[in-house]
């Protein structure tokens, strides 16, 4: 049977090295010293630290110390990955965009989504640009991010090779223009300067006297059915004013969007009439005959009873006959005469 002393012996060689042991084998004593720090009823990893650290802890330079950052046996939160020791969220960290180290300040970006650098709420910039607040820039030759986002250069000055100086144009260039650096003349939108009385917009020159989608400004637009007149929105205006019914179109009275009406017509509702002839603008715009009732001269008349407008506009029935019946010329409720219709119930003469 094995004795006390070989049983702490072996103990003590698995747990502190056969070093320890040398000291302390061979005797059955109970004050074997096992170093610092070392507990015979704890088991160590060798270095000071239990085998296994309490939850939240891990083992540093042979002491337990409270978890920080990540390794390989501490694992970040769901959803989160380690990079150089610290937990971050990849779809969302601009230092870390997709992968460990991705950094979208360095590849035209300010902000990650979705693992995706962008410029504000934009794709990233394309090479040799910077994300600025106002969006991409070229920092070498930007007027208003000039070396760095921000940065504007005064009045009269351009940004060239990323340092403000005098601009070559004399005369300076206007409002909304550049100027050329390599030809010296001012350029719009990418295109040559504007002539006088233009402006230069995001779109390039427009006659801001004159356009109705630039009046008096770039992006200033008028109000449906108005026009720009001299930089201002307003009615259209014809000399002489436009006649009733009429409209004014470039300067010009007109019906609707077409021309004026011709002779004998009469502009209702956009449309050139007749109102000597329309039922349904007899006399005037929208002056309508009844069911049983034609346009005659400008006047709604019964077609079938009225002597002088008989089965139609103008067919009177004159001495031949003293009435109208449907639309057809009657003798005292006979035929009509061959030449007259005698009154008070003779008929015709002759007979």
Do not use: K, Y
């Not at 005797?27 to 939850?55: K, N």
């Not at 460990?100 to 970006?109: F, L, N, S």
């Not at 979705?114 to 070229?138: K, P």
């Amino acid at each position: 049977m094995l004795d006390s002393a070989f049983i702490r012996g072996l103990l003590c060689c698995l747990l502190v090295g056969l070093g320890a042991c040398a000291q302390g084998s061979g005797d059955d004593r109970d004050d074997v010293d096992l170093g610092p720090g070392v507990d015979m009823t704890v088991p160590t990893d060798g270095g000071g630290c239990p085998m296994t650290c309490p939850d939240g802890q891990e083992c540093r330079d042979g002491e337990c110390v409270p978890v920080t950052g990540c390794g390989p046996d501490t694992m970040c939160p769901i959803g989160e990955s380690c990079c150089e020791g610290t937990c971050v969220s990849l779809p969302g960290d601009p230092d870390n965009c997709g992968a460990c180290g991705r950094v979208c300040a360095d590849i035209g970006g300010n902000r990650c989504t979705s693992s995706q650098c962008r410029c504000n709420d934009l794709a990233r910039c394309e090479d040799g640009q910077t994300c600025c607040d106002d969006g991409c820039a070229d920092t070498m030759s930007d007027g208003a991010n000039c070396g760095a986002c921000g940065v504007v250069c005064p009045a009269g000055q351009g940004c060239t090779d990323g340092a403000c100086a005098d601009l070559p144009c004399d005369p300076a260039c206007p409002e909304g223009e550049t100027c050329d650096l390599g030809s010296a003349t001012c350029q719009c939108a990418g295109g040559p300067g504007c002539a006088a009385g233009g402006a230069c917009c995001a779109d390039g020159c427009q006659d801001t006297q004159n356009d109705p989608d630039n009046c008096g400004g770039c992006g200033v637009e008028c109000p449906d059915g108005q026009v720009c007149t001299e930089g201002g929105c307003g009615a259209e205006v014809c000399d002489p004013p436009c006649g009733p019914g009429l409209t004014c179109n470039g300067g010009v009275c007109g019906c609707g969007s077409g021309p004026a009406c011709g002779a004998g017509q009469t502009c209702c509702g956009g449309t050139c009439i007749d109102t000597q002839t329309d039922a349904a603008n007899c006399g005037g715009c929208g002056v309508a005959c009844g069911p049983a009732q034609d346009c005659c001269s400008g006047r709604c008349r019964s077609t079938d009873t009225n002597v002088d407008h008989c089965g139609g506009c103008g067919n009177a029935c004159g001495s031949s006959a003293d009435e109208c019946v449907e639309g057809m010329c009657r003798c005292n409720g006979g035929p009509e005469c061959l030449i007259e219709c005698l009154p008070l119930g003779v008929g015709c003469f002759p007979a």
